[in-house]
């Protein structure tokens, strides 16, 4: 990770990165699809995780 990214992200970022609409990135943090954490009322979603899931997903993807 370079020193300048974020280590958290908010819902709207997150949606950007996975080119999804921000009702459908809710949807999957609702249904724990996206990991996150709540602070007050923000909704946070760690990059490392993110990072990480995608990385899985994308492992398992070329495994089939």
Known sequence: MKNDEKKV?????TARILRLGRA????AIASGDIPSIR?????L???????N??????????NN
């Open 9 to 13: 992200l908010t819902v709207e970022e």
């Open 45 to 51: 979603v760690s990059r490392t995780v993110l990072e």
């Open 24 to 27: 459908a990135a809710y949807a």
């Open 53 to 62: 899931m995608l990385s899985e997903s994308n492992k398992r993807s070329n």
């Open 39 to 43: 602070i007050g009322r923000r909704i």
